[in-house]
């Protein structure tokens, strides 16, 4: 069983920074993508970046998040990180860290197997 834990979020004004973190524990050596999904109230759960350790590491970004959030990771445990600047209140949602083994990048959160208990981020205006 893997398990993910996030941390990082908490409330934030509009234009600033915030980083989130997930680590994976348990039977984590065979993950190979970690993606962050978010779900506003009353919405559905959407994509917001995606990264895999392939190929020295490929990430991927919803356009609404493109050029203000950067997700990276670690291997080592394995973590991915997802640096939030210039936030926005509509970036505010619960955020959710997510895994899966293959190394394919994928936006569908059906996809991954494994996710983390959810960080909620507020931005106010």
């Known amino acids: 069983q893997v398990h993910l834990v996030e941390s990082g979020g908490g409330l934030v004004q509009a234009g600033d920074s915030l980083r989130l973190s997930c680590e994976a524990s348990?039977?984590?050596?065979?993950?190979?993508?970690m993606a962050w999904f978010r779900q506003a109230p009353g919405e559905e759960r959407e994509i917001v970046a995606a990264?895999?350790?392939?190929?020295?590491?490929?990430?991927y970004y919803t356009d609404s998040v493109k050029g203000r959030f950067t997700i990276s990771g670690d291997n080592a445990s394995p973590m991915v990180y997802l640096l939030m600047n210039s936030v926005k209140p509509e970036d505010t949602a619960v955020y959710y860290c997510a895994a899966r083994q293959s190394h394919e990048i994928s936006i569908l959160a059906a996809e991954y197997s494994y996710w983390g208990q959810g960080t909620l981020v507020t931005v106010s205006s």
């Open positions: 348990g039977h984590s050596f065979n993950i190979a993508a």
């Open positions: 990264y895999t350790w392939s190929s020295g590491g490929k990430t």
